[in-house]
């Protein structure tokens, strides 16, 4: 009985994992189920924790929060001259732009802030969901942006969810441009080099312009990363 | 007596919900060197080798249909994976007596490594990585450890 069991479970498992390599459409069902059992209470975890987060916040003492205080000041200093020198790079890059007639800035591309609520569970790949969805306009295949560089790509959509995979996923490869030569090379996601923080950079034209270090890159204008040697 | 078998059902099905979420969820924060263990293989063995081969394969089964639902590419893999360690692991049914810990570690640590294996096989070495001896000494091995240390707290 056991045994009729085990190989009709696992007849059903191969069918689906066929038609899903064929069509995106197979999850659909079972993402409804998702919707009511799993992803709310992911959410309702990640506000328990922040909430929690805070608490532990407050128990610090005043000792501490002045310490933190003349730090911070000094790190305010620092950048509003870093912040002067970008602005001077800034006009560099708006004419590096209408060089290429490309008009759209990505700071105007129509954004959508979002929480992580929950990360793959496994060690080999990093995907993670994210809690806006189709209802709030996100569909596959847009891009998934942290502070000012390119994270992820949606691989899949839910009504209030999404799924993301993450630029250093082994699978991962995308195009990119470095800023400074215009060169075009890959970016591909490698388990081997995530625990050294680093991506793998290849494929680029075999031509006489030369990449230093500190370059940064560029997916169209999102920028990925600053460059470095491995 | 039908009460008794539903609630059974729905206690199980709270502890595969439950060991999902605090895989997804908290898991994440207690990483060492960028490793999670795997409790989901823990709970699906452990129902496996208590219950019998058919609430082994069952629990396998939807826990591993969510993470296919969530975080898998193709809908069915580990769903497949879990089902076939929740069987296997039900063989030995048998043998299992409560106080004794050497089976579960020696099981849960089988489990363990040839679901690393399998990954790494199916997903890897099948995109031509054949960077294995890395994948073994960084991911595999770790894991494994991680996991047996979690359920020597979980069987203490």
Not at chain 1, 2 to 16: E, K, P, T
Not at chain 1, 189 to 196: I, N, P, Q, V
Not at chain 2, 112 to 137: A, T, V
Request: overall charge negative.
């Amino acid at each position: 009985m056991n045994r009729y069991l085990l190989i009709g479970l696992s007849v059903f498992c191969i069918f689906m994992m066929l038609l899903s390599s064929f069509s995106d459409k197979v999850g659909g069902p079972f993402k409804v189920v998702a919707n009511v059992t799993v992803i709310p209470l992911q959410q309702g975890i990640n506000q328990i924790g922040g909430w929690m987060g805070d608490m532990k916040d407050n128990f610090q003492t005043l000792k501490q929060v002045r310490a933190e205080n003349t730090k911070l000041q000094k790190q305010v200093d620092s950048l509003i001259t870093e912040n002067n020198n970008l602005q001077q790079e800034r006009y560099e890059l708006q004419r590096l732009q209408e060089l290429y007639q490309l008009d759209k800035n990505y700071a105007d591309y129509k954004k959508t802030a979002a929480h992580v609520i929950g990360k793959d569970s496994g060690n080999w790949f990093s995907t993670f969901t994210i809690d806006k969805g189709s209802k709030d306009g996100i569909a596959t295949d847009m891009n998934v942006m942290a502070g000012s560089g390119l994270v992820g790509i949606v691989t899949e959509v839910g009504p209030t969810w999404a799924k993301v995979r993450s630029i250093i996923d082994d699978s991962s490869n995308v195009s990119a441009m470095v800023l400074s030569t215009s060169d075009r090379c890959i970016v591909s996601g490698d388990l081997s080099l995530m625990s050294d923080n680093q991506i793998r950079f290849g494929q680029m034209e075999n031509n006489d312009n030369t990449v230093s270090v500190g370059d940064r890159s560029s997916l169209l204008i999102l920028v990925i990363n600053t460059y470095r040697e491995s | 007596m039908k009460l008794m078998k539903f609630k059974r059902v729905a206690v199980t099905v709270l502890i595969v919900l439950a060991a999902y979420l605090l895989q997804c969820t908290l898991f994440n924060h207690l990483e060492l060197a960028g490793i999670k263990p795997n409790l989901i293989l823990i709970v699906t063995a452990s129902f496996g080798f208590m219950r019998g081969q058919k609430e082994g394969m069952l629990v396998g089964f939807f826990a591993g249909l969510i993470t296919d639902i969530q975080f898998g590419t193709i809908l069915g893999f580990y769903a497949l994976l879990y089902l076939v360690i929740g069987f296997v692991n039900g063989l030995f049914e048998q043998l299992y007596f409560d106080e004794d810990i050497k089976l579960p570690l020696f099981l849960i640590s089988v489990s363990e490594f040839l679901y690393g294996i399998i990954i790494y096989l199916l997903m890897f070495m099948l995109r031509s990585d054949f960077n294995f001896l890395y994948y073994l000494n960084r991911i595999i091995v770790p894991e494994l450890i991680y996991t047996i240390v979690i359920t020597l707290d979980y069987t203490h």
